[in-house]
């Protein structure tokens, strides 16, 4: 029975689950549990429905031992009465190959709430009403390098806007306005391609947890990384980012956003820095002090940085830093070194915090030295697609893929990078 001032309905928020990112043992159990403990907390909150805004799984293909484990979980969830409505993110999508994301939602299992087509230029996008709450869904899914901004600037937001009732409306990008300083580099698009009123804007792409509100936006929700997909998220995780999802009381108006902290596992930080110290020093004192910390049970994080005066970066080994940590009981030691540089050997001028972006540094700082003649292949669009190359040429022969097969493979989504035959979906 409803009663007066009692909430009526409630949808769970999650995001960026990343399922099968993680190959360590250790991590990819802490990655699933906090799937599990998820969606352990929707069946126990009794949602009506749950809202995976994208990168469910870390790749379109994902590592299928993860994604079995994943479906399962899912099943349990809507063999109780709960939909799971889902969008695509920039890794779970791929633009010429199905994605587990297809293979669910064509079994039943999740529903992929971004439908439409293009109508004399302009994309008309359909609503899935939740059967039992009435919420109205409608999203715009990610696509590769940030180019579903292609996709906002053509939508057709005026019937969006005109449709009554509770509206939430889903995406997978960086919003211009909204966008933290250290994504800089990450492609956004401006609040003003979304279509205004929505009660609720469901956002995916961007790890951290925001909630804002924007005029005509009201709000904006980000609830950031399940767990990790990124050695990044695991930095900031360290440095104490919680990680959680949302859920979300309405009826005619969204009434509450409560956060669900996700923990799976303590961390620590460690960050030294080398800087007027040469390698022996350096590497001695690292070690010496790394010695004393108390790791037990944890995941550590351990950032290495600076200009040593002499010797080489290599002389601190990330092998020797793992074994002290693990000998202390550290459950998983990530090491960091990308920010470690040495006078003495000064080839390597590019500098970054993690290996994207000292690769997209790189590409951007020699893409003027290429001389060809396609507009395309040059300056900030060049970068991209050099990127996006780089990102499919790195993807491995699976198991039980002939050596023909994956050329053929590796081809095609080489070809398709380069933006020859996308079609919406
Ligand atoms: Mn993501």
Redesign the pocket.
């Known amino acids: 029975m409803f009663l007066w001032g009692e909430t009526m309905y409630k949808f769970a928020h999650i995001?960026?689950c990343?399922i099968g990112a993680n190959r360590d043992p250790v991590l990819k159990n802490l990655e699933f549990t906090a799937f599990s403990k998820a969606l352990d907390v929707c069946v126990r909150e009794k949602v009506d429905f749950i809202l995976i805004t994208?990168?469910l799984f870390h790749a379109n293909i994902p590592d299928m031992e993860m994604a079995n484990e994943a479906v399962k979980k899912m099943k349990e969830v809507t063999d109780k009465g709960i939909p799971i409505y889902v969008i695509y993110?920039?890794?779970d999508y791929s633009p010429n190959q199905t994605s587990m994301v297809d293979i669910l939602d064509s079994a039943g299992l999740i529903k992929k709430i971004v439908k439409g087509k293009i109508v004399d230029g302009k994309l008309k996008l359909e609503f899935t009403v939740d059967p039992k709450t009435g919420a109205k869904l409608v999203g715009i899914s990610a696509r590769k390098a940030g180019l579903e901004k292609n996709y906002f600037e053509i939508l057709d937001r005026e019937s969006l806007e005109k449709e009554q009732g509770f509206k939430i409306f889903a995406f997978h990008s960086a919003i211009l306005e909204l966008k933290p300083e250290f994504l800089a580099e990450m492609e956004a698009v401006p609040v003003s391609l979304l279509p205004r009123g929505f009660d609720y804007y469901a956002g995916?792409?961007i790890?951290q947890h925001c909630e804002t509100s924007l005029p005509n936006y009201p709000r904006i929700v980000y609830p950031g990384?399940l767990f990790a997909?990124y050695p990044r998220d695991f930095e900031q995780s360290a440095n104490g980012v919680s990680r959680g999802f949302l859920i979300i009381h309405f009826d005619d108006k969204v009434k509450a956003v409560n956060l669900h902290e996700v923990h799976v596992c303590d961390y620590l930080y460690y960050e030294y820095d080398a800087s007027n110290k040469n390698s022996v020093q350096a590497r001695k004192e690292l070690l010496e002090e790394l010695s004393q910390i108390d790791a037990q049970g944890k995941v550590v994080v351990v950032k290495v940085k600076g200009e040593l005066s002499g010797g080489r970066a290599s002389d601190i080994s990330a092998h020797e830093i793992r074994n002290i940590l693990t000998e202390n009981g550290a459950i998983h030691v990530i090491v960091n070194r990308y920010g470690l540089t040495s006078k003495e050997y000064t080839a390597l001028k590019v500098m970054g915090d993690d290996v994207a972006t000292i690769e997209s540094r790189l590409i951007k700082e020699n893409i003027g030295a290429v001389h060809v003649t396609n507009e395309e292949l040059k300056g900030e669009k060049g970068v991209k697609l050099a990127l996006e190359i780089l990102k499919v040429l790195r993807q491995g022969q699976k198991l039980n893929e002939s050596k023909k097969d994956y050329m053929e493979r590796i081809q095609k989504a080489a070809i398709e990078v380069l933006g020859l035959g996308e079609v919406f979906r």
Do not use: I
Request: negative net charge.
């Open positions: 995001s960026d990343h994208g990168d993110g920039s890794h995916g792409h790890h990384a997909g």
